[in-house]
């Protein structure tokens, strides 16, 4: 008897170290083990795969195209898709991509210290970092700090149909008259010379002039392109497949990555980027991202006091979303998008969204598989919470409803 119960712990200490220890190979190296039966999710993973249906449900009602993929403890145990999304389709995850842009800042901070050693605090409008907004336009951009390009709170106003600022929490909405957004065929210049609604930390408006512009700031300091710098120091460590920005935009192919987003990945290469970060940024024997970097990202922002908004990602240090814990954080994008990443549940998840231009294959010339277009004409049913798209509230519900399918034991 007591060696029974010395040979169950001893293979419970087994299983715990081999859950710590697992990262997925690349798909084409055989992809992530999977638990999909009721009783391996329960046994495995430890997900009640009857409470994800409902979250699938919510999300095939959501957009025209998308899906619902999710991880625990490493086991890929829910996967499903609808209309032209899949696993091995490149869609245009629009502003899901900001938090790659982070995440790479992230990583040139620790690398490249000796070239920026204030890190987040230091002021970016400078001949050093960067030469290409010379002379400035406004002077009160010499004061702009990376973090603040990064927590959305440099001053840029937003964007959309009607954007809104934010001091300490109070919504300020049209403070400005309508601004232009980013000209694609200008991307840095739009971005640079875009005109300031408040000084430097003052307030908070999603804009995406300040993501891109921070990756003009990596563009200089590494001295490689945005889209290179991830492929070099997340995909290739991490065995990502064909992946791009999408670039091709018509007759006319950006010069350069936008930071405000537009990656283009594989569903199951996504969750690796996830993965990794709810693993403490590390992959395999390598610690990718900082972990100090991670944590930042995940609570409130000195350089941000308005909102739960840090480095590109929501966060839920005050837990506005109440059926998820504390510590999760995510990044939406324009249709749907959004990856979710729970580190204290070892949780990622990954909601696909999309119109049918995201999915539109001339976006980054990678060759995509047939695409099933029986949902292009789909909208949302007139009147419903998803008339215009999937709105934050129904992006938190997807994150609940599968907190809620975790079995804490």
Not at 22 to 41: H, I, L, M, V
Not at 87 to 116: H, W, Y
Not at 310 to 327: I, K, Y
Not at 341 to 369: A, E, N
């Amino acid at each position: 008897m007591r060696f029974a119960f010395i040979l169950f712990i001893s293979l419970a200490a087994i299983s715990v170290h081999s859950a710590d220890t697992y990262f997925p190979p690349s798909d084409a190296g055989g992809g992530w083990r999977e638990a999909k039966t009721p009783e391996a999710c329960r046994d495995l993973a430890g997900i009640d795969l009857s409470q994800l249906e409902p979250a699938y449900t919510l999300t095939e009602r959501s957009t025209a195209h998308g899906g619902l993929v999710v991880v625990r403890r490493g086991y890929l145990c829910f996967e499903r898709y609808f209309g032209r999304a899949g696993r091995m389709v490149n869609p245009d995850m629009a502003s899901t991509g900001k938090a790659f842009c982070s995440i790479a800042c992230g990583i040139m901070l620790e690398e490249f210290k000796e070239k920026i050693p204030d890190g987040l605090k230091t002021k970016v409008f400078t001949e050093a970092y960067l030469p290409q907004a010379f002379p400035l336009d406004d002077p009160r951009k010499s004061e702009i700090t990376l973090g603040q390009l990064l927590c959305m709170t440099a001053g840029y106003w937003g964007e959309g149909q009607t954007p809104t600022g934010y001091v300490k929490g109070n919504p300020l909405p049209q403070p400005l008259n309508p601004v232009k957004g980013q000209d694609i065929r200008n991307l840095d210049e739009s971005s640079l010379r875009g005109p300031l609604w408040c000084a430097p930390g003052s307030g908070y408006s999603y804009s995406s002039p300040s993501p891109h512009i921070a990756s003009i700031v990596l563009r200089n300091v590494t001295g490689m392109e945005l889209k290179d710098y991830i492929h070099e120091r997340l995909a290739k460590p991490q065995g990502w497949g064909e992946w791009d920005y999408c670039l091709h935009r018509g007759d006319f192919v950006m010069p350069h990555a936008n930071g405000a987003g537009s990656t283009a990945l594989h569903a199951t290469d996504v969750m690796r980027f996830g993965y990794c970060l709810a693993r403490d940024g590390k992959w395999r024997d390598q610690q990718l991202v900082p972990l100090d970097y991670i944590r930042k990202c995940q609570t409130w922002s000195p350089d941000n006091a308005h909102t739960p908004f840090s480095l590109q990602w929501e966060h839920n240090a005050d837990g506005h979303v109440a059926g998820a814990p504390r510590d999760a954080f995510w990044k939406s994008g324009a249709g749907g998008f959004c990856l979710y990443v729970v580190p204290s549940l070892d949780l990622v998840i990954y909601k696909l969204g999309g119109k049918t231009g995201q999915y539109d294959p001339t976006l980054t010339r990678i060759p995509q598989p047939e695409a099933d277009t029986s949902r292009d004409g789909w909208e949302p049913f007139p009147g419903s919470a998803f008339q215009e798209g999937a709105g934050a509230a129904s992006l938190n519900r997807v994150l609940e409803m599968v907190c809620a399918s975790v079995r804490v034991e």
